[in-house]
């Protein structure tokens, strides 16, 4: 009988760690459904104890979620695991994941800490933590330079007061395949109770070798839970990606021979709707997402593939969604069919007024582009002025001039909470007069980090454009993504965006698993 291996995803929790990445509550709700569709085990949906926001995340997640397990990270103390335990409560399937530092460079220099603090706090956590949620998650943070001998002491503790998952990461991409998986077939190997528990595996890509660190996790280590991200999103150089992950195992199943749960046609529309909702677009030449990751340009190649498929081809396109979201609407499409769409997308609005008005929108959209596809719904919805009560910056209209030899001008007007306000500013190009109008009204004093146009759609001069606008301000960087055919009026939007979070006052808590 084939060994199913689980998929733990931490794209709202570990992902949503990487700068200008943080998720509203409908965003992390929208990617929960997406991936409760692509059938992973487990969506850890965020840090509950971190803010009033990423609680509520949690909750709705947890509330609407029916067939994953959905889990809350929680630090080893009382108070996150309460937190955790509370924003769980709505939850089919629930589970606590509570982590502290092993490593002596943490303990000494982050916690101040002893061994025997540490080794305490762990095993109380734990049981904290199981007396509120039959399925318990520990992890000892920077596991895998932490030393073996104290990290046997504690992991046998914690399994000891019901630990039903043990996860080892290697939180600094630091690890080499084999030694990753011989550290933690070492852990399995000298711990009394190590079958009492599933060993999970949560790898960095620092080096860029978390996937195959993951792997040699369990072939080497025998871990039977992988910890991923949709598009390798995370912090720093992101985590071990699902799809890679995943197709991986579907590909090479004569080495693995482990079975998993995702429904792998569901993995591009998933990484879709991941990039476009946090602004980190996906290189054209990522593993099996990126767009052409089954293109062929040498002549060789191309009739080598129209011979055979598998002449160079190890895995088909439709086998991960490249040709399941193909679905076309246009202007004589009803507000039926949109509104099925919506459901199809996983995008559920509230109430008959926000169908209503991202209907209007989508009419608008149809009148200046002929065919609408599924990102440009995932676009249209993701927009800012879906949630326009919950907004402070919102555009109104913009004008620009641009002629050969003379300096472009913009005029922009927006609204500023309940006040519309009106700029005009010249600059180097429409896109540059535009933003420079906006600021000189409002006088932000971000540092812009990144400015990027991606096409929502390709093979056409009518996509859609995307934008993505990255500011820092005071420590805090965040994202602001804007989509419109005309790329100015989708710059400006991206803009007011991020000001928008920027604007915004919640705080979060860092944590790192």
């Not at 509370?86 to 399937?93: D, H, M, P, R, Y």
């Not at 606008?469 to 400006?492: E, H």
Request: proline share 2%.
């Amino acid at each position: 009988m084939t060994e199913k291996l689980f998929i733990f995803d931490t794209t709202l929790r570990d992902g949503e760690q990487s700068p200008g990445a943080s998720m509203t509550r409908e965003e992390k709700l929208r990617i929960a459904r997406q991936l409760e569709r692509l059938r992973v085990d487990v969506i850890e949906a965020g840090f509950a104890a971190s803010s009033n926001g990423d609680f509520e995340a949690v909750k709705s997640i947890a509330d609407a979620i029916k067939d994953s397990t959905v889990c809350s990270l929680a630090r080893a103390n009382d108070r996150d695991i309460a937190r955790a335990a509370e924003a769980l409560k709505g939850a089919n399937s629930s589970r606590i994941h509570t982590f502290i530092a092993t490593s002596e460079l943490h303990m000494e220099k982050k916690l101040r800490m002893s061994r025997d603090q540490v080794y305490e706090q762990a095993r109380l956590s734990v049981r904290f933590a199981r007396n509120l949620c039959g399925d318990v998650e520990f992890s000892p943070e920077d596991g895998y330079r932490s030393d073996p001998d104290f990290l046997c002491r504690v992991l046998e503790a914690v399994i000891a007061e019901g630990a039903t998952t043990i996860n080892i990461p290697d939180t600094v991409g630091y690890a080499i395949p084999e030694l990753y998986g011989s550290f933690i077939k070492n852990l399995r190997e000298r711990i009394p109770n190590a079958d009492k528990a599933i060993w999970s595996v949560h790898c960095h890509n620092d080096l860029g070798m978390a996937v195959a660190n993951s792997l040699a996790g369990v072939m080497i280590g025998g871990a039977r839970q992988v910890e991923c991200t949709i598009n390798g999103l995370g912090e720093r150089a992101g985590n071990c990606s699902l799809e890679e992950v995943v197709m991986a195992l579907r590909t090479r199943r004569d080495y693995f021979g482990l079975d998993v749960s995702v429904d792998a046609s569901q993995i591009v529309p998933a990484s879709r709707l991941v990039a476009q909702t946090t602004g980190f677009v996906v290189q054209p030449n990522k593993a099996v997402v990126g767009a052409n990751a089954f293109a062929h340009a040498s002549g060789i190649h191309q009739d080598g593939v129209l011979k055979a498929r598998d002449t160079y081809e190890i895995m088909r396109a439709e086998d991960v969604g490249w040709t399941t979201n193909r679905i076309v609407l246009g202007k004589l499409s009803g507000r039926n069919a949109f509104k099925q769409r919506l459901q199809e997308l996983g995008v559920e609005l509230e109430s008959e007024a926000e169908i209503n008005a991202a209907f209007a929108r989508f009419k608008d959209l149809a009148d200046r582009k002929s065919e609408i596809f599924d990102e440009d719904i995932i676009a249209l919805v993701s927009d800012e002025s879906v949630t326009v009560e919950q907004e402070h910056y919102r555009l109104l209209s913009l004008s620009q001039r641009s002629e050969t030899g003379e300096r472009p001008h913009a005029q922009v007007t927006f609204a500023a909470g309940g006040q519309e306000l009106k700029a005009e500013s010249q600059g180097n190009g429409p896109v540059d007069a535009s933003l420079k109008a906006i600021e000189s009204r409002l006088s932000s004093g971000a540092e812009m980090l990144l400015y990027s146009v991606n096409a929502i759609t390709s093979g056409s001069t009518e996509s859609q454009g995307e934008v993505t606008v990255r500011l820092q301000l005071g420590g805090r960087v965040v994202n602001g993504v804007g989509a419109d055919p005309d790329i100015v009026v989708a710059s400006a939007k991206a803009y007011l965006s991020a000001l928008n979070k920027l604007q915004s006052k919640a705080e979060r808590v860092a944590a790192q698993g």
